[in-house]
């Protein structure tokens, strides 16, 4: 038999208006993703209605945990209590754009955190109680990665714990935390709350919040 490896199968997608995904104490690995999300979720009075949520699963020898394929408004995402084992790539890569999103209690080795918010509702993200540990120099970018579009979203990243490589070079973790304010013109009045987080050995060894949003 072949050695299974990354990329043997896709992955589950998730797709079409309203769909909710419920997944726990799952094991998912040698795929290419482990969920897709496309499709439009149902809001009422601004807030998704429908859930995508991951809870005590293991990720391993595979890409992005949950991947945005699609416009995926008014849908929460939860992914709490899981363990995955990457490759220096992202472990939740929502690009373009996302509502609220809770991401608690996680053990990620060599996974980063990528979320972009809608500009159509006041969003929240919290990235919270989380331990990221990446183990080789071919891991780059920023561990955990936010970018906002609405004036009234409210971002909250506290308690994690970032390790990098011992090595400082150019293909290392560059940065523990980054969030940017998506509004050029500098009008946005989007809330970071940056609290209690420890990072090590990441090459600037730092936080980055542009323009400064009620950092504490």
């Known amino acids: 038999a072949e050695t299974p490896a990354a990329g043997d199968w896709y992955g589950i997608p998730v797709s079409g208006n309203g769909s909710e995904v419920f997944l726990q104490y799952c094991r998912v690995e040698y795929n290419t993703y482990g969920l897709t999300l496309s499709g439009w979720g149902n809001y009422s009075n601004n807030t998704a ?108 990243v506290s308690n994690n714990t970032i390790s990098g490589p011992i090595s400082y070079s150019n293909n290392s973790i560059r940065r523990g935390i980054q969030l940017n304010d998506g509004d050029n013109n500098q009008n946005y009045t989007s809330q970071y709350f940056i609290t209690g987080n420890t990072i090590n050995r990441v090459r600037y060894n730092g936080i980055a919040a542009e323009r400064s949003k009620n950092i504490t």
Do not use: M
């Open 49 to 156: 209605q429908d859930t995508v949520l991951v809870e005590h699963s293991l990720f391993r020898s595979c890409g992005s945990a949950i991947y945005r394929t699609g416009s995926t408004f008014w849908r929460q995402i939860c992914f709490n209590y899981n363990t995955f084992q990457g490759s220096g790539g992202y472990v939740l890569n929502l690009d373009y754009y996302v509502n609220d999103v809770r991401v608690t209690n996680n053990v990620i080795v060599d996974g980063r955190i990528k979320v972009y918010t809608s500009y159509n509702a006041a969003d929240s993200v919290v990235v919270s109680n989380n331990n990221f540990t990446f183990t080789t120099a071919t891991t780059s970018g920023t561990a955990i990665y936010g970018n906002t579009a609405n004036s009234d979203d409210v971002v909250i």
